[in-house]
């Protein structure tokens, strides 16, 4: 992509109102633009961000036998109710509006009651199970304050996948499966190191729940950690029994600020028995279909990336993630020669399949040309100039790192085409 | 897929509730589910047609310079009382709802007054032009009434291009490209040849707008057409002074049924004036946006190609969007020699990057197997069974044309491999 042609700028100044570090370098560097408080545009650049996690995130549940599908927003009344969660009093998210033909509908800010009483439709017997179907799809909550920038918005892509089991052995396995799958979406997304699979206290179905906490200190919610043993637990966790039982003291945890980028719940047959779900087993009786719940947040999951990777001078993407992979710098673009020369380089590197954002502009200055490539954060920079025609080499440099090399042609292209 | 593993079956009847034959045979088929009169679940086969469609659109919008972006659907009433359309008494398909935190926001119905807001950060020379930006994203319409099964809902996806010009020139040149580019995503989605670039009034900036209707019985538009001539009108465009300058008479035109798949509209400065999106000239005066607007609802579209090549069996997809390229149906499963044949061939055409969907069912009758192929719509079927084992051929029938072929694997291999 030609950087003149792409038609967001990068801002001088971070925007005045946003106090969250993810959202402020986002918008300065034109990922991201604000609409109002908790609603986001996602720009080209941003939408590409957004894009390379869902596909990571599709790789992994698809892996697991999971089958992507999509459910509306629009929500009646009705299959709520028989839950209990269609009332404010219990639900304190809902969006509700007035159909014009008459009757409330609400905006869905999760979808369990919806898939339950879809798969009425497909599942009859034991035959039919487990069974694993997911979307990523807009979710709405009313929040009272939208915060931490793009992480607690109003709108918001969600990965939700719904298990459906006819044994508590089926669903064992499926949420280890799962949970296994969410350690590597953070490991390839690039911020698995920081993130523990997080005890949390179980409610009626099992003993412990668990939660996805990335180490961040934007983070809005406290965890236990104990890195030498790789184990954390929230708040709910913290007494002696619990601990003991995972083998850990008070004394060893130590309490730090984190972000939930993820979190997986086992449902039971709460929503089945409200709902009507049931499966006829080997023997021909009706029994209700166990389920489960698990979540991940493109966009927050985006925005833990910026809080944690980026420095002093922007945004660091990792290589699974970044819009491109190489930003190539054009210098001395005045001269045709040399800009004819950088424009063949370009070319080269598309041809090859590299992913390269080209900062095309003749007018931009050199030290302009770089700051904003720091800002931007993609995890190459390549310098062309006059130097580059005359020695045929580039200055690459490792945005994570800053380790810089002077490399040929050949060596830049076996580098870029290696992983 | 082994059609075991998928989620979904066909239904023995269609839904009693559902009058369009879009609906009727998408659901009977596990393609679709209706949540309410105007949200349908996209299952997985529904899903993967919509991403067809979808890549479809984003080549050809790419091809023309589109960058693709995401708005959010919360709207905050300012914005769009600047251009007079927040009022239910002017816009009469507003989903409004509140915020817990206090004030009044809307379901985003279409784009403009938002991404013109958004582009005043960008756009400030004439240099910053043309520039053309669109996104897929979900819009909510509060119709009176949901019709037509998939395609006039209350939530649907829609395709919509923006475009911002500095001169009538570049506006003109564009909309032609955007014009094209439509007709080759319709023909590529297998309806171009009964959809019409139809002639309609074209409001305050230009003579003539256009729609894009597709001729079908179970269209809710009329439109006036003459094959011949290659010239399709809509009521507003039937005047003796019009049609002189169309080069056609009304006796030359005969009325029929269409869906509007597609639409294109020249915007002039309305919005650009109205919401202060300016640009400074050459000379450095400030000057209005030239804009434009561009729809495809890609439900509608997948709705239309059920409604216009589906027959008395079920659906014909075009394989530019069928989910699967062929449906292989496994006789004999009972003999597990056969089976294990049956699975090689499946893992073979798999390894050859052959899109298969494989009816593994043990238990079902050929007779059935048959029939949920013919209604599924997969453009080829494969009979896979004892007599293929013993003499290395296949029954290839193609769904379109009931052209039924005896192949051997390496001529099959060759057949599904070559486009």
Known sequence: MRQTHLFTKTKKEAPADEVAKNAALLIKSGYVFKNMAGAYTFLPLGLKVIDKINSIIREEMDAIGGQEMHMPTLQDPSLWQSTDRWSDDNVDVWFKTELKAGGEVGLAWTHEEV????????????????????????????????????????????????????????????????????????????????????????????????????????????????EAKNIAVNEEVLEEADLTELGVTREELTERKSIEVGNIFSLGTKFSEAIGLTYKDAEGIDMPVIMGSYGIGPARAMGTIVDLLSDEKGIVWPESVAPYK???????????????????????????????????????????????????????????SRRSKENGKFEVVTRATGETRELTEEEMFADFTDS
């Open 326 to 384: 190489a930003h190539m710098i054009g210098l001395n673009g005045d001269d045709s020669e040399i800009r004819d020369y950088t424009d063949g380089i370009y070319s080269a590197l598309q041809k090859r399949g590299v992913e390269v954002l080209y900062d095309d502009r003749v007018e931009a200055r050199a030290g302009e040309k770089f700051a904003d490539s720091d800002l931007l954060g993609m995890p190459y920079r390549v310098v062309v």
């Open 115 to 226: 898939i339950t009483n879809l798969m009425r439709q497909y599942v009859s017997s034991y035959k039919d199970l487990p069974l694993f179907a997911y979307q990523i799809q807009t979710k709405f909550r009313n929040e009272m304050r939208a915060k931490s920038g793009i992480m607690r918005t109003r709108e918001f892509w969600m990965k939700d996948l719904y298990s459906f089991c006819a044994t508590q052995e089926q669903h064992d396995e499926f949420y280890e499966a799962c949970a296994e799958a969410y350690m590597r979406i953070f490991n390839r997304i690039g911020i698995g190191k920081m993130t523990y699979r997080t005890f949390a206290s179980g409610g009626a179905f099992t003993k412990f729940s668990h939660e996805f906490q990335t180490l961040a200190e934007a983070g809005e919610d406290v965890v236990y950690v104990n």
